[in-house]
C-alpha cells in the first residue's frame, strides 16, 4: 500500500485539530471519574441544548456499545428489534446486539439501506403469541449503510406507525452529522422532532478520538441505562475525555463543518467518477458515500495503492468513504490512478 490517506472509511482519518485541543485543555488536575465530573456536565448541557431540554445523554466507548446501550436498555429478550439486512446491528457487530439483549434481530432486504412502513410490516405480526419473538423496536440507520440519507418525513411516517404500536424507534446515527448537513435541517429535527425514541449519537467518524453516545428522548425511557451500560463494560471511567470532546464538537458548529466539508468531497468525488464509463455508481451520493461496481480486474491493484473494502463481492461493489479531511488533492490522485488503472 503506498498511499496511507484513502477512501476506506471515515474511521481511518485522524483526529480533528479542535477536538484535540479539547482533550488537553482538560488535561489537567484530578477530576471526578465515570460521569460526574463538571466536563460532563458541559457535555450534556450541550445535548440537551442541541436536541432539546428533555433527553438523557450517555456518553460510551463506541458505536456497536451505542447501539447495545441503546437497545438492551428498552427491550426485553423475548422481544424482537426489524432492522435492514445490511445494518450495522445485523451484520457488523458480530452478534454483540443480540448477545446482551438477548432479543431477535429480524432483517428486512431494502434497494436502498432504508426501511419503509410498508418493508417493516412483512415483520408486524405474531404479537401475543407466545412462540414468536415480539417486535418491540425498528431501528433505522441514519446515514443508511448504503450512504442514501431519510428525509425527516420518512423517518416520522416511520416513527407514527411504530409507536402506533407501542414500539420503540432506535436511530443508528453513526453518521448523523452527515445526515443533519445533506437535509440541511437541524439535528433535532432529524431526530427527537421526528419522534426517535432512542439514539446512538456517532461522534468518532466526524472528527472525535473516540466516543459516542446514547441519547434517548425522555428520563423515563432512560430509567435503567446507567445499570446497562456499566454492565455492557461501556461506563468509561475518564470520562471527561469523552465529554470534552463531544463539547467541542457541538460547539461553533464543528460537527457541522467536518459533515458539511466529507459530504462535499464525496459528491466531488462522484462527479469525477461519474466520468468513468467503466465505473457505475450504484447508489444516490447523499451524504459521505460512494457505491461502485467496478471492473474486477481494477479491484486489487487499486487497493494496493488505496486500500478499501469491498460492498458486494459477488457483484464488484465496492464503497467509497469521504472524511473530514480528505482533500481534493486525495481525489485528484484516486481518480488518476482508477483512470491509469483502466487504460
Ligand atoms: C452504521 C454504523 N453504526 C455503528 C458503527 C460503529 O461501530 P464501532 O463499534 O466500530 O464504533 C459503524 C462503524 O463502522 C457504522 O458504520
Not at 131 to 138: A, G, I, N, R, W
Not at 145 to 156: F, N, Q, R, S, W
Not at 287 to 314: H, R, T
Request: proline residues 3%.
Amino acid at each position: 500500500m503506498s498511499n496511507i490517506r484513502g477512501f476506506a472509511s471515515d474511521n481511518n482519518a485522524g483526529v480533528h485539530p479542535e477536538i484535540l485541543k479539547a482533550l488537553s485543555e482538560v488535561n489537567t488536575g484530578h477530576t471526578v471519574g465515570y460521569g460526574d465530573d463538571k466536563y460532563t456536565a458541559i457535555a450534556r448541557d450541550k445535548f440537551k441544548e442541541v436536541f432539546g431540554e428533555d433527553v438523557e445523554f450517555y456518553p460510551v466507548y463506541n458505536g456497536t456499545g451505542a447501539n447495545v446501550v441503546s437497545i438492551q436498555t428498552l427491550i426485553r429478550p423475548f422481544n424482537a428489534v426489524i432492522c435492514t439486512d445490511v445494518s450495522h446491528i445485523y451484520v457488523d457487530e458480530c452478534g454483540a446486539p443480540e448477545k446482551h439483549s438477548g432479543a431477535k434481530l429480524l432483517p428486512v432486504k431494502t434497494k436502498d439501506g432504508k426501511l419503509t412502513m410498508d418493508l417493516i410490516k412483512q415483520h408486524m405480526h405474531g404479537f401475543g403469541f407466545e412462540h414468536h419473538s415480539q417486535p418491540k423496536m425498528v431501528s433505522i440507520t441514519q446515514v443508511s449503510e448504503l450512504g442514501t440519507v431519510y428525509t425527516i418525513d420518512e423517518i416520522k411516517a416511520i416513527a407514527d406507525y411504530v409507536h402506533s404500536h407501542d414500539m420503540y424507534l432506535h436511530m443508528d446515527g453513526a453518521r448523523i452529522s452527515n445526515a443533519a448537513v445533506s437535509l440541511g435541517c437541524t439535528l433535532k429535527e432529524m431526530t427527537f422532532d421526528a419522534g426517535v425514541d432512542v439514539l446512538s449519537y456517532g461522534g468518532t467518524k466526524n472528527g472525535m478520538m473516540f466516543g459516542e453516545a446514547v441519547v434517548f428522548a425522555n428520563a423515563k425511557l432512560a430509567e435503567n441505562v446507567k445499570y446497562i451500560r456499566k454492565q455492557s463494560t461501556q461506563l468509561h471511567s475518564k470520562m471527561r475525555y469523552t465529554s470534552a470532546q463531544f463539547t467541542a464538537l457541538l460547539s461553533n458548529e464543528l460537527w457541522k463543518r467536518n459533515a458539511e466539508h466529507s459530504n462535499k468531497m464525496a459528491a466531488k468525488l462522484a462527479e469525477k467518477i461519474a466520468e468513468i464509463p467503466q465505473v457505475k455508481i450504484t447508489q444516490k451520493v447523499q451524504a459521505n458515500g460512494v457505491f461502485c461496481i467496478v471492473p474486477p480486474e481494477l479491484i486489487e491493484p487499486l487497493q494496493k495503492e488505496f486500500f478499501f473494502y469491498m460492498w458486494d463481492e459477488s457483484r464488484n461493489e465496492v464503497r467509497w468513504m469521504t472524511s473530514f479531511d480528505t482533500t481534493e488533492e486525495d481525489i485528484d490522485n484516486f481518480v488518476k490512478t482508477i483512470k491509469k488503472l483502466l487504460n
